[in-house]
């Protein structure tokens, strides 16, 4: 039968109003945004603007909109169920998101109305110069008019790469501008690196505990981790680090040489050149992964691994992220004899970096403030790691081992081998305060008794002064958490 005129127009303009309800209930427009005007929608649609006027009509009769007189239409709040949010839905779960939920749920915690976020890997964000970057920021976006100024490929941007060639020999470090890559922060540095020098199903030395960053990665590059102990005082075991490469086929290891993450453990100065000697020896790659380095408390900068490479065999992997910029998200290698082969990768993975980042953060550098807010932000960091670990030792039974980092700011706090950090961390989210569990760190329940925390941070209530009383009630709560386990356990125990 033929439609009549008037069920065509009755039919368009309930496909608009189903249409606009269905960008409503995906959250398109939110509540109190303005729709399209009636004349837009009927240029969008290709519809009188009478067969708009009546799908509005029709939404507003249902609840989903309003009219403000000379305004237009807005969406008002919804007494109607909203569909479920597509990312909320249930989805085939991988083996990967299984394994590593537990990393997303402490991520998730951390920055999500968390007051004490002491589970965080990010340090505190009033830490950093965000004014100064911000001016550089405009200075360069002012200044770089040419389209080329933002199609910076890899390697990277070479005025960014001389700086930092610049702060390496500083050191006494000589390292080639053509050795370093720019990327996306630290991890693409490592992963690049680690795919460079790797095939899947090879095996890769790498730290127990050991970041979870490098789990996943071994995992998403199919790789087979064979790890090898860090102990917090001595840092990591050069001893079974040999037996390791004596005992496998290693095609890579990869190690933090500066304030560990999770311990905060630095390999002895006595003992880094016989690393670097042990794996030329077994003709292994070795990935440096020395985001920490800058956050030192001695009178001088550690020496890297790099500093012992004679055969291009370390690649050194930075960041601004952990001591300038985490937003930025700039990283790089000096990638020694692979140097070309990672630009390779990179060019056909991320294709680069983002080019105002890059100038941005060169901008800052050639300011000449960066070393002076790296001994502010210093000096910051060891007040609140002695002021925390302090009163962690006050409140946490007797038995618990705190590591004293002398950088970076982690601590790496070992209680009872019978308390579960996971429930701990469970424990505590009620309260507004996260930790990292032990289990984030090893896939075999090792570090399960063991848990992270974040000195940067001293609770979003407060102003940053240390010596705010509330800035120590993150820290009372695990404790009062920890004795509520403990007593739980106990009873269990009984009976």
């Given amino acids: ?168 020999l500083r050191q006494g470090i000589k390292v080639s501008i053509d050795e370093i890559i720019i990327t996306n922060g630290a991890i693409e540095a490592l992963s690049l690196s680690l795919a460079a020098v790797t095939e899947p199903g090879d095996k890769v030395i790498i730290e127990a505990p050991a970041f979870y960053g490098v789990l996943q990665t071994l995992e998403r590059l199919q790789l087979e981790a064979v790890p090898v102990t860090v102990d917090p005082e001595t840092g990591v075991d050069i001893h079974a680090l040999e037996h390791a490469l004596a005992s496998h086929s290693i095609s890579a290891c990869w190690l933090m040489s500066n304030f560990h993450n999770p311990t905060g453990a630095s390999i002895p100065a006595p003992r880094r050149p016989d690393v670097v000697n042990l794996l030329v020896t077994y003709q292994v790659p070795l990935i440096e992964d020395d985001v920490y380095g800058e956050l030192f408390f001695a009178e001088a900068r550690p020496m890297p691994l790099k500093a012992y490479d004679t055969q291009g065999g370390v690649l050194h992997c930075g960041s601004f992220s952990k001591q300038l910029a985490p937003g930025f998200r700039v990283g790089w290698i000096a990638a020694g004899c692979y140097a070309m082969q990672i630009e390779k990768r990179q060019s056909v993975s991320s294709l680069a970096v983002g080019a105002p980042n890059q100038l941005a953060i060169a901008d800052y550098l050639k300011q000449g403030g960066y070393d002076s807010h790296l001994r502010r932000l210093r000096e910051t960091l060891f007040a609140r790691q002695a002021l925390i670990r302090a009163e962690l030792k006050a409140l946490l039974p007797a038995s618990t081992r705190i590591s004293q980092p002398k950088g970076g700011y982690f601590l790496w706090v070992e209680l009872d081998k019978r308390v579960d950090t996971h429930i701990l961390f469970q424990a505590l989210r009620p309260y507004g305060v996260t930790i990292a569990p032990g289990a984030l760190f090893a896939s075999d329940g090792r570090f399960n008794h063991c848990f992270r925390l974040n000195v940067s941070v001293v609770g979003r209530q407060n102003t940053g002064a240390l010596n705010n009383p509330q800035s120590l009630e993150g820290l009372k709560q695990i404790a009062t958490s920890l004795s509520a386990l403990s007593v739980q356990s106990t009873v269990t125990a009984e009976y």
């Fill in 1 to 168: 039968m033929a439609i009549t005129g008037s069920s065509s127009v009755q039919m368009r303009y309930r496909n608009i109003a189903s249409w606009i309800e269905t960008q409503i209930q995906q959250r398109v427009w939110q509540v109190g945004d303005r729709i399209p005007s009636v004349r837009e929608m009927s240029r969008l649609q290709h519809v009188s603007p009478m067969t708009v006027m009546r799908a509005y009509e029709q939404l507003e009769a249902d609840g989903w909109v309003e009219a403000r007189p000379r305004s237009g239409f807005f969406v008002r709040p919804h007494y109607n169920k909203l569909a479920v949010d597509a990312l909320a839905r249930p989805q085939a779960q991988s083996q990967w998101l299984d394994t590593h939920q537990d990393v997303f749920d402490v991520i998730s915690a951390s920055h999500k109305g968390a007051y004490y976020p002491f589970g965080s890997a990010f340090p505190d964000p009033q830490l950093f110069p965000m004014q100064a970057l911000g001016r550089a920021m405009a200075r360069v976006l002012r200044q770089s008019s040419h389209p080329d100024h933002f199609t910076i490929l890899p390697p990277g941007d070479s005025g960014l790469r001389r700086l930092i060639a610049q702060r390496y």
